[in-house]
């Protein structure tokens, strides 16, 4: 803001370097034998005094524009100290939250690749549970017929066997 500043005063010195040399023209009359008339000399006591307000005016102006300028920057000194506060607080928050979504994601991630393992394995475990329940039958089955089949060679031995001891 202080170029900006230093900007309109190089700007505003050429305008008063101007109405100098026009107030100094004014005040020093040429040498062309023209006499002074009371109408001009009041005319320019009303200019300058014209003039000087306008310079009052314009200085009061520049302070006011420099106190307000001045209150605007401690304003935004303020603020950004305020801003740098907010951010000390909020970014400890900021890395721990996402710590812990980033722990979540992962463990989100290890619960699906479970689900899926634990879905595979109960449908092994009862493909497993069916083969095994067949196998159990199976057994039984071949079981009976080997209990029937021992039972009936046991009798056909002792047919055999009462026969032998009718024919000795």
């Given at each position: 803001?202080?170029?900006?500043?230093?900007?309109?005063?190089?700007?505003?010195?050429?305008?008063?370097?101007?109405?100098?040399?026009?107030?100094?023209?004014?005040?020093?009359?040429?040498?062309?034998?023209?006499p002074t008339l009371p109408d001009q000399n009041?005319?320019?006591?009303?200019?300058?005094?014209?003039?000087?307000?306008?310079?009052?005016?314009?200085?009061?102006?520049?302070?006011?524009?420099?106190?307000?300028?001045?209150?605007?920057?401690?304003?935004?000194?303020?603020?950004?100290?305020?801003?740098?506060?907010?951010?000390?607080v909020t970014d400890p928050m900021r890395k721990e939250v996402a710590a812990i979504?980033?722990?979540?994601?992962?463990?989100?991630?290890?619960?699906?690749?479970?689900?899926?393992?634990?879905?595979?394995?109960?449908?092994?475990?009862?493909?497993?549970?069916?083969?095994?329940?067949?196998?159990?039958?199976?057994?039984?089955?071949?079981?009976?017929?080997?209990?029937?089949?021992?039972?009936?060679?046991?009798?056909?031995?002792?047919?055999?066997?009462?026969?032998?001891?009718?024919?000795?």
């Amino acid at each position: 803001m202080t170029t900006e500043d230093q900007q309109k005063q190089s700007q505003t010195m050429p305008c008063l370097q101007k109405k100098k040399k026009m107030s100094e023209m004014i005040e020093t009359p040429e040498t062309d034998d023209v006499p002074t008339l009371p109408d001009q000399n009041s005319a320019l006591a009303a200019f300058r005094a014209k003039e000087e307000e306008i310079e009052r005016r314009r200085s009061e102006i520049r302070e006011r524009l420099q106190a307000q300028f001045t209150r605007v920057e401690e304003e935004a000194k303020r603020l950004h100290l305020i801003q740098s506060e907010l951010d000390s607080v909020t970014d400890p928050m900021r890395k721990e939250v996402a710590a812990i979504c980033k722990k979540v994601e992962i463990v989100n991630r290890d619960v699906k690749i479970l689900g899926i393992n634990c879905q595979k394995k109960e449908k092994e475990y009862r493909e497993s549970a069916e083969a095994f329940d067949e196998k159990k039958k199976e057994k039984a089955q071949l079981l009976a017929k080997l209990a029937e089949l021992v039972s009936e060679s046991e009798k056909l031995r002792s047919s055999k066997l009462e026969e032998l001891c009718k024919n000795i």
